[in-house]
């Protein structure tokens, strides 16, 4: 059983930043997948950005240049750096990790890009 916990999330005004971090239970975190999804009112969740166990990123279209995705295995920690903050990134945040046999997600954290 792996135990994720995301924080991180806040309430920004367009154009800034935020760091979210999520944090994994257990002894076996270097060798998951990791993934950032989002979901926002009344739209299906969506990936954000992945990572390999390696350290391998990758984007969706509309974070990429923004956002950063980034891993501390020692700290069984993966961060999303997110920068240039639009109202339209408004979403629950939540982190997935894929344990090969088995998925797990956090509960989700809030970020609201408003003025």
């Known amino acids: 059983q792996v135990h994720l916990v995301e924080s991180g999330g806040a309430l920004v005004q367009p154009g800034g930043s935020l760091r979210l971090s999520c944090a994994a239970s257990?002894?076996?975190?270097?060798?998951?997948?990791m993934a950032w999804y989002r979901q926002a009112p009344g739209k299906q969740r969506e990936l954000v950005a992945r990572i390999t166990s390696g350290g391998a990123p990758n984007y969706a279209g509309s974070v990429k240049g923004r956002f950063t995705i980034s891993r501390d295995n020692a700290k069984n920690t993966m961060y999303l750096q997110m920068n240039s903050l639009k109202p339209e990134d408004t979403a629950v945040y939540y982190c997935?990790?894929?344990?090969?046999?088995?998925?797990?997600w956090g509960q989700g954290t809030q970020v609201t890009v408003s003025s």
């Open positions: 257990g002894n076996s975190f270097s060798f998951y997948a």
């Open positions: 997935y990790a894929n344990a090969v046999t088995k998925a797990y």
